[in-house]
């Protein structure tokens, strides 16, 4: 009985709770046995909410037993990324300075889970305050891909990623500054967007560069990313950079039909740093679309070369401004033998943030420093605006941009640790949607001869979530491509 | 080509309030410098002209009404304070004197 509940689609799930064929306390029971069965290998929770789960469970059967609709959401198990704030259990950015945090208040996306009848399970891995693309990062330890447990998941979200994909949630949220949802979704093999920017209120994310983050979800399939989308989107007061702009309906783009849509391939996306076999899956991703009826368009997008250059001044240069705050003055690891308020900030800081989070704060200091700001910050904002203007262009002769998500399959733990730079670039192809504010869903397009996921990545323009829905979700219907569960974790849930 | 000096590595870290033992400078002298030459390429771009982009959306100040709203309670506040004596936070002594 719990296995077939682990292997539902949240909205299958989600649909047998309020039939009631499967009470919500099953369901989260379903989930949390599985957790104890497989999290010991794959990593990805940082604190597992049994106890508050199952209450919660409870109120949406007494609801249903009522006649009361709990919700689009109702009973259906979900992850948060370990940064987005909530009143239950701690948060803290899987930091040893936010070690122990409770928030004070909800991030305004669980509230809105909450009030859609979700039940949170608890916490997932991420790398320190989302800096990183491994979740290698993480002071608590290291997730593993489903996949393959020697195979990092991706991150900076990749508890969040390796959790749906090992059936350890129907639904995960994580965070996307330079591809932090899409790029472990595309190593996990599930599904992960990044709405536009501004779609979703970042009050309670806990912030790492503010002009770049979105929130977002991990999910199985792509009518349960537009569902999820339907309960997170939407203007809310308490972040002023949320657009006040109706959110539509996203399950009304699901239409299976994509004639006449114009896709466009960025050749500058196609060159020898994308892997033979990833291109040779995007290749097929391109047929499948254009039999659906889409017309395949090439498209340029020249300043693609300059995109990962132009995000690490300005992810680090925002870094350094918001994460001066974690002085140990009102909340976090306080080093408590300073004996002056200039010690305890320096002592603080340096025993709590790890090498790349440090890293990141110098880095984004030095282009802020006096001589440097213009040569490197003000150099980048430009360059922002010209990697902007190239999309726009695009966007005239195209509906949606179809693209690799990462350059290579997930990489193995411990194989990029030591060279942060090559870390960066596995964010290569999705750091510029980032930049321009832009929707990107990824997608999972086959395995490679090594068992791993590959990613399918798709933007569109800003606010036209709809048309980036409309192709994955044409794509997923006519590729014929369904991964199922990774061999190590099959044997708990089938 | 950007040089990077134990020296400016000493001075940033102190703006950023970080302190760095020898061998930490030392590999970040090495690690930023690998960092800012890859950041060099930029100054291939002539971007004479091209206005910077300090964010996606064209916001200027948001402004709202100055109303008076519930705050959070002092002790679910407070619960996460290093050290305080119950009605403020407290910090090591910041000016000389008794």
């Known amino acids: 009985m719990s296995n077939s509940i682990n292997l539902k689609t949240a909205h299958g799930l989600r649909d047998a709770i309020r039939g009631k064929e499967i009470s919500a306390r099953e369901a989260a029971e379903a989930y949390l046995n599985h957790i104890d069965a497989v999290d010991g290998d794959v990593r990805a929770y940082t604190d597992v909410w049994r106890d508050s789960a199952l209450t919660r469970a409870d109120t949406i059967d007494a609801q249903l037993a009522k006649g009361e609709d709990p919700g689009p959401l109702a ?59 491994s979740t ?57 967007m990044k709405p536009t920017y501004g779609r979703v209120s970042r009050y309670g994310l806990v912030a790492f560069a503010s002009s770049l983050d979105q929130i977002g979800p991990f999910t199985r399939d792509v009518e349960d990313c537009a569902l999820t989308l ?73 300043h693609t070369e300059y995109a990962v250059a132009t995000y690490y001044i300005i992810c680090t240069a925002e870094a350094s401004a918001n994460l001066a705050r974690f002085d140990g003055v009102r909340y976090g690891n306080r080093a408590m033998d300073a004996t002056s308020p200039e010690e305890m900030y320096k002592q603080t800081k340096s025993a709590g943030f790890g090498p790349e989070v440090q890293r990141r704060i110098l880095l984004g200091t030095y282009v802020l420093s006096s001589g440097y700001y213009d040569a490197y910050y003000l150099k980048a904002q430009k360059v922002r605006t010209l990697i902007k203007q190239d999309f726009d262009a695009a966007f005239e002769q195209c509906d949606v941009i179809l693209t690799p998500t ?50 399918l990545q798709i933007l569109g323009r800003p606010f036209e979530e709809g048309a980036v829905l409309q192709a994955a979700y044409a794509y997923e219907q006519n590729s014929g491509i369904e991964l199922g569960a990774p061999t190590a974790i099959a044997e708990s849930v089938s | 080509m950007s040089t990077i000096t134990e020296k400016d590595v000493e001075y940033v870290a102190n703006l950023a309030q970080l302190t760095l033992d020898d061998t930490q400078k030392e590999r970040l002298v090495g690690e930023l410098g690998k960092i800012l030459n890859y950041i060099d390429k930029l100054n291939e771009l002539d971007t004479d002209g091209v206005e910077p982009m300090m964010h996606v959306q064209a916001l200027s100040n948001v402004f709202r009404k100055d109303e008076i709203a519930p705050s959070l309670p002092r002790e679910t506040v407070m619960q996460n ?15 000389d004197g008794d």
């Open chain 1, 406 to 455: 990462a350059p290579t399959p997930a990489f193995r733990i411990g194989e990029k640790s030591d060279d942060p730079l090559s870390m960066y670039l596995s964010d290569i192809y999705t750091i510029s949607a980032n930049l321009a504010g832009l929707p990107g869903i990824s997608l999972p397009c086959g395995l490679t001869e090594s068992g791993l996921p590959a990613g």
């Open chain 1, 230 to 302: 339907n309960t997170i989107c939407g203007y809310d007061r308490r972040d002023s950079t949320s657009a006040d702009l109706e959110v539509p309906d996203f399950t009304t783009s699901l239409t299976g039909d994509v004639k006449g849509m114009r896709v466009g391939l960025p050749k500058e996306y196609f060159t020898d740093a994308l892997g033979a076999e990833i291109r040779d899956k995007i290749d097929t991703a391109v047929r499948v679309l254009e039999s659906c009826g889409a017309e395949v368009v090439e498209v340029s997008l020249p």
């Open chain 2, 81 to 95: 304070a290093p050290k305080d004596d119950g009605e403020y936070i407290l910090v090591p002594q910041i000016l």
């Open chain 1, 75 to 133: 009973g259906v198990p979900i992850g948060l990324k370990d940064l987005i704030c909530t009143t239950e259990g701690t948060t803290a950015c899987c930091s040893k300075l936010l070690k122990g945090f409770v928030s004070p208040f909800n991030a305004t996306v669980a509230d809105r889970l909450n009030a859609a009848g979700a039940v949170v399970l608890g916490k997932l891995n991420m790398d320190e305050f989302a800096m990183g693309s």
């Open chain 1, 136 to 192: 290698e990062n993480s002071s608590i330890d290291t997730t593993r891909n489903p996949w393959n447990f020697d195979c990092v998941p991706g991150g900076s979200s990749g508890g969040s990623a390796a959790a749906v994909s090992a059936y350890e949630c129907a639904i995960a949220l994580g965070s996307d500054t330079g591809g932090s949802i899409r790029q472990p979704a595309a190593c996990c093999g599930c599904v992960g």
